[in-house]
């Protein structure tokens, strides 16, 4: 969550933004939910399940190369959730 936004202007006449984020409430969110015990699908036909939240900061501040990898490389997610495992929503194995 955004908790503060501010402008500072640069020696050259550039603005810069700053964004400072706070995603202790979605952190907690998806503790809660990894240990609920609910398998985590989010449609009664089974077919789509919610294994996730990650912060668009955390996108955003990937390189060009990792996100091209996360938008074409199935696994790259994978090795994300295995590197950042409080992003997960639930404990099933994907």
């Known amino acids: 969550m955004l908790k503060k936004r501010w402008f500072e202007h640069d020696d050259n ?7 400072q984020y706070d995603n202790t409430d979605l952190l ?4 809660k939910q990894r240990m609920s015990g609910d398998d ?3 449609d009664e036909g089974k077919d789509f399940m919610k ?9 955003a501040n ?8 996360l938008e074409h490389e199935p696994k790259a997610l994978l090795r ?3 590197e950042h495992p ?9």
């Open 28 to 31: 907690e969110d998806n503790y």
């Open 13 to 19: 006449g550039n603005i810069k933004m700053f964004s």
């Open 62 to 69: 990937l390189s060009n190369e990792q996100k091209t990898e």
């Open 51 to 59: 294994v996730a939240r990650i912060p668009i900061e955390f996108i």
């Open 80 to 82: 994300i959730l295995k």
């Open 86 to 94: 409080e992003f997960r929503t639930n404990s099933k194995r994907i």
């Open 40 to 42: 985590g699908y989010i």
